[in-house]
Protein backbone atom coordinates (compact mmCIF):
# COMPACT_ATOMS: atom_id res chain seq x y z
CA UNK A 1 0.00 0.00 0.00
CA UNK A 2 0.90 3.73 -0.67
CA UNK A 3 1.30 4.38 3.10
CA UNK A 4 3.48 1.36 3.59
CA UNK A 5 6.08 2.59 1.14
CA UNK A 6 6.04 6.16 2.76
CA UNK A 7 6.55 4.55 6.29
CA UNK A 8 9.58 2.42 4.72
CA UNK A 9 11.05 5.69 2.83
CA UNK A 10 10.80 7.34 6.66
CA UNK A 11 12.49 4.73 8.89
CA UNK A 12 16.48 6.73 7.74
CA UNK A 13 14.88 9.98 9.56
CA UNK A 14 13.23 8.37 12.26
CA UNK A 15 16.73 5.97 13.45
CA UNK A 16 18.06 10.06 13.46
CA UNK A 17 15.72 11.20 15.17
CA UNK A 18 15.95 8.03 17.54
CA UNK A 19 20.07 8.80 17.92
CA UNK A 20 19.92 12.70 18.22
CA UNK A 21 20.30 14.61 22.00
CA UNK A 22 16.46 14.19 22.88
CA UNK A 23 15.77 11.04 23.10
CA UNK A 24 19.17 9.71 23.97
CA UNK A 25 18.63 12.34 26.97
CA UNK A 26 15.02 10.26 27.36
CA UNK A 27 16.38 6.73 27.13
CA UNK A 28 19.13 7.53 29.73
CA UNK A 29 16.62 9.36 32.17
CA UNK A 30 19.12 12.38 32.06
CA UNK A 31 17.70 14.74 29.24
CA UNK A 32 18.35 18.44 30.62
CA UNK A 33 15.57 20.05 32.15
CA UNK A 34 15.69 23.00 30.45
CA UNK A 35 15.36 20.84 27.49
CA UNK A 36 12.43 19.37 28.08
CA UNK A 37 10.70 23.05 29.56
CA UNK A 38 11.44 24.44 25.90
CA UNK A 39 9.78 21.40 24.53
CA UNK A 40 6.64 21.27 27.02
CA UNK A 41 6.25 25.13 25.94
CA UNK A 42 6.24 24.22 22.22
CA UNK A 43 4.14 21.09 22.28
CA UNK A 44 1.37 22.37 24.62
CA UNK A 45 0.63 24.85 21.65
CA UNK A 46 1.71 22.16 18.85
CA UNK A 47 -0.91 20.16 20.02
CA UNK A 48 -3.71 22.78 20.57
CA UNK A 49 -3.30 23.63 16.25
CA UNK A 50 -3.50 20.20 15.99
CA UNK A 51 -6.57 19.76 17.13
CA UNK A 52 -7.60 23.20 15.38
CA UNK A 53 -6.11 21.42 12.22
CA UNK A 54 -8.33 18.44 12.62
CA UNK A 55 -11.62 20.65 12.38
CA UNK A 56 -10.26 21.76 9.10
CA UNK A 57 -10.05 18.01 8.05
CA UNK A 58 -13.17 16.92 9.33
CA UNK A 59 -14.51 19.76 7.31
CA UNK A 60 -12.97 18.17 4.37
CA UNK A 61 -14.22 14.75 5.05
CA UNK A 62 -17.70 13.05 3.71
CA UNK A 63 -16.74 9.94 5.94
CA UNK A 64 -19.63 10.21 9.05
CA UNK A 65 -17.51 7.10 11.02
CA UNK A 66 -14.03 9.49 10.22
CA UNK A 67 -15.62 12.57 11.00
CA UNK A 68 -16.64 10.83 14.70
CA UNK A 69 -13.24 9.27 15.03
CA UNK A 70 -11.48 12.52 14.42
CA UNK A 71 -13.83 14.12 17.13
CA UNK A 72 -12.66 11.97 19.67
CA UNK A 73 -9.00 12.61 18.62
CA UNK A 74 -9.49 16.27 18.90
CA UNK A 75 -10.38 15.41 22.80
CA UNK A 76 -7.46 13.12 22.77
CA UNK A 77 -4.85 15.67 21.53
CA UNK A 78 -6.52 18.72 23.71
CA UNK A 79 -7.02 16.31 26.99
CA UNK A 80 -5.50 13.08 26.82
CA UNK A 81 -1.98 13.70 26.28
CA UNK A 82 -1.86 15.67 28.71
CA UNK A 83 -0.68 12.85 30.24
CA UNK A 84 2.25 12.41 28.72
CA UNK A 85 3.62 16.05 29.91
CA UNK A 86 2.63 15.34 33.23
CA UNK A 87 4.98 12.97 32.83
CA UNK A 88 7.62 15.45 31.79
CA UNK A 89 6.59 17.95 34.41
CA UNK A 90 6.95 15.79 36.58
CA UNK A 91 10.51 14.96 35.92
CA UNK A 92 11.50 18.80 35.78
CA UNK A 93 9.54 18.95 39.10
CA UNK A 94 7.76 22.14 38.13
CA UNK A 95 3.67 22.26 37.67
CA UNK A 96 2.91 21.73 34.57
CA UNK A 97 1.07 24.92 33.96
CA UNK A 98 3.97 27.11 35.30
CA UNK A 99 6.11 25.60 32.52
CA UNK A 100 3.80 25.83 29.25
CA UNK A 101 2.28 29.60 30.45
CA UNK A 102 4.89 31.41 28.41
CA UNK A 103 5.09 29.11 25.72
CA UNK A 104 5.41 30.34 21.79
CA UNK A 105 6.11 28.80 18.29
CA UNK A 106 9.53 28.93 18.37
CA UNK A 107 11.13 28.51 15.06
CA UNK A 108 11.05 24.80 14.21
CA UNK A 109 7.72 24.27 15.70
CA UNK A 110 6.07 27.20 13.83
CA UNK A 111 7.47 26.20 10.80
CA UNK A 112 6.14 22.54 11.09
CA UNK A 113 2.61 23.85 12.59
CA UNK A 114 2.40 26.10 9.29
CA UNK A 115 3.45 23.29 6.80
CA UNK A 116 -0.10 21.27 8.36
CA UNK A 117 -2.03 24.91 7.75
CA UNK A 118 -0.78 25.46 4.37
CA UNK A 119 -1.78 21.91 2.87
CA UNK A 120 -5.21 22.16 4.98
CA UNK A 121 -6.40 25.68 2.97
CA UNK A 122 -4.11 24.61 -0.26
CA UNK A 123 -6.40 21.47 -1.14
CA UNK A 124 -9.73 19.97 -1.14
CA UNK A 125 -8.93 16.76 -0.68
CA UNK A 126 -8.06 15.83 2.95
CA UNK A 127 -5.08 13.22 2.34
CA UNK A 128 -2.56 16.00 1.43
CA UNK A 129 -3.11 17.45 5.14
CA UNK A 130 -3.16 14.11 6.27
CA UNK A 131 -0.12 13.51 4.95
CA UNK A 132 1.55 16.11 6.91
CA UNK A 133 0.09 15.64 10.18
CA UNK A 134 0.40 11.24 10.08
CA UNK A 135 3.78 11.53 11.48
CA UNK A 136 2.92 13.02 14.71
CA UNK A 137 1.68 10.29 15.91
CA UNK A 138 3.50 7.51 13.53
CA UNK A 139 7.11 8.73 14.56
CA UNK A 140 6.42 8.82 18.02
CA UNK A 141 4.57 5.33 18.03
CA UNK A 142 7.78 4.17 16.00
CA UNK A 143 10.55 5.84 18.17
CA UNK A 144 8.62 4.68 21.11
CA UNK A 145 8.14 0.91 20.20
CA UNK A 146 12.13 1.19 19.11
CA UNK A 147 12.75 2.89 22.57
CA UNK A 148 10.82 -0.29 24.28
CA UNK A 149 12.08 -2.92 22.47
CA UNK A 150 15.90 -1.95 22.54
CA UNK A 151 16.21 -0.43 26.59
CA UNK A 152 15.11 -1.69 29.74
CA UNK A 153 13.67 1.42 30.96
CA UNK A 154 12.85 0.37 34.87
CA UNK A 155 13.53 3.10 37.09
CA UNK A 156 13.59 5.65 34.55
CA UNK A 157 11.22 8.54 35.50
CA UNK A 158 10.21 9.19 31.95
CA UNK A 159 9.47 5.92 31.09
CA UNK A 160 5.56 6.55 31.03
CA UNK A 161 6.50 9.09 28.51
CA UNK A 162 7.87 6.26 26.26
CA UNK A 163 4.76 3.75 27.20
CA UNK A 164 2.13 6.11 26.26
CA UNK A 165 3.20 6.54 22.41
CA UNK A 166 3.63 2.35 22.78
CA UNK A 167 0.33 2.00 22.62
CA UNK A 168 -2.40 4.97 21.89
CA UNK A 169 -1.47 5.46 18.38
CA UNK A 170 -3.06 2.38 16.32
CA UNK A 171 -6.46 3.23 16.11
CA UNK A 172 -5.47 6.72 14.50
CA UNK A 173 -3.12 5.58 12.60
CA UNK A 174 -5.34 2.75 10.95
CA UNK A 175 -7.96 5.68 9.62
CA UNK A 176 -5.12 7.87 8.54
CA UNK A 177 -3.71 4.81 6.34
CA UNK A 178 -7.58 4.13 5.17
CA UNK A 179 -7.75 7.60 3.85
CA UNK A 180 -4.72 8.41 2.10
CA UNK A 181 -4.36 4.44 0.45
CA UNK A 182 -8.21 5.27 -1.21
CA UNK A 183 -7.09 8.52 -2.60
CA UNK A 184 -3.28 7.21 -3.63
CA UNK A 185 -4.91 4.66 -5.41
CA UNK A 186 -7.21 6.91 -8.40
CA UNK A 187 -4.21 10.09 -7.64
CA UNK A 188 -1.91 11.15 -10.28
CA UNK A 189 1.55 10.58 -9.67
CA UNK A 190 2.32 14.33 -9.65
CA UNK A 191 0.18 14.48 -6.37
CA UNK A 192 1.83 11.22 -4.65
CA UNK A 193 4.68 12.96 -5.12
CA UNK A 194 2.92 15.80 -2.99
CA UNK A 195 1.22 13.18 -0.58
CA UNK A 196 4.83 12.01 -0.33
CA UNK A 197 6.69 15.01 0.51
CA UNK A 198 3.80 16.22 2.60
CA UNK A 199 4.41 12.90 4.98
CA UNK A 200 8.20 12.53 4.65
CA UNK A 201 8.89 16.50 5.34
CA UNK A 202 6.58 16.36 8.36
CA UNK A 203 9.04 13.56 9.56
CA UNK A 204 11.51 15.96 9.28
CA UNK A 205 9.66 18.85 11.03
CA UNK A 206 9.48 16.11 14.20
CA UNK A 207 13.16 15.65 13.92
CA UNK A 208 13.39 19.36 13.92
CA UNK A 209 11.05 19.79 16.57
CA UNK A 210 13.24 18.06 19.47
CA UNK A 211 16.43 19.45 18.30
CA UNK A 212 14.49 22.57 18.57
CA UNK A 213 14.24 21.48 22.13
CA UNK A 214 17.63 20.07 22.77
CA UNK A 215 19.03 23.40 21.55
CA UNK A 216 16.32 25.74 23.18
CA UNK A 217 15.70 27.23 19.98
CA UNK A 218 14.53 30.90 20.32
CA UNK A 219 13.78 33.37 17.52
CA UNK A 220 16.67 36.00 17.36
CA UNK A 221 15.40 39.81 16.16
CA UNK A 222 17.56 41.76 18.00
CA UNK A 223 21.06 40.54 16.40
CA UNK A 224 23.27 43.27 14.51
CA UNK A 225 24.54 42.41 11.91
CA UNK A 226 23.25 39.02 11.47
CA UNK A 227 20.41 37.71 9.59
CA UNK A 228 17.28 35.87 11.89
CA UNK A 229 18.49 32.59 13.27
CA UNK A 230 16.25 30.34 11.95
CA UNK A 231 16.81 27.49 14.11
CA UNK A 232 18.97 25.94 11.97
C1 LIG B 1 5.64 17.76 17.89
C2 LIG B 1 4.84 16.57 18.28
N1 LIG B 1 4.73 15.53 17.42
C3 LIG B 1 4.01 14.44 17.74
C4 LIG B 1 3.40 14.34 18.98
C5 LIG B 1 2.61 13.10 19.35
O1 LIG B 1 1.29 13.42 19.51
C6 LIG B 1 3.52 15.45 19.87
N2 LIG B 1 2.94 15.43 21.11
N3 LIG B 1 4.25 16.53 19.49
Not at 19 to 29: E, K, L, P
Not at 83 to 95: I, N, P, R, S
Not at 101 to 114: A, T
Amino acid sequence: MFTDELKKQADPIIEAIYNDDFIQGIIRGDINKDAIRHYLKADHLYLNEFAKIYSLLIAKLNDREGINFLLGQIDFVLNGEIAAHQTMADYVGEDYDVIIKDGEWYPSSDHYIKHMYYNAFRYDDASFTICAMAPCPYVYQQLALKIAARHELTGNPLKPWVDFYTVNMDELMNHLDRWVNNFAEQATEYERDILRRNFLESCVHERRFFNMAARQEEWIFHAENSTINSGN
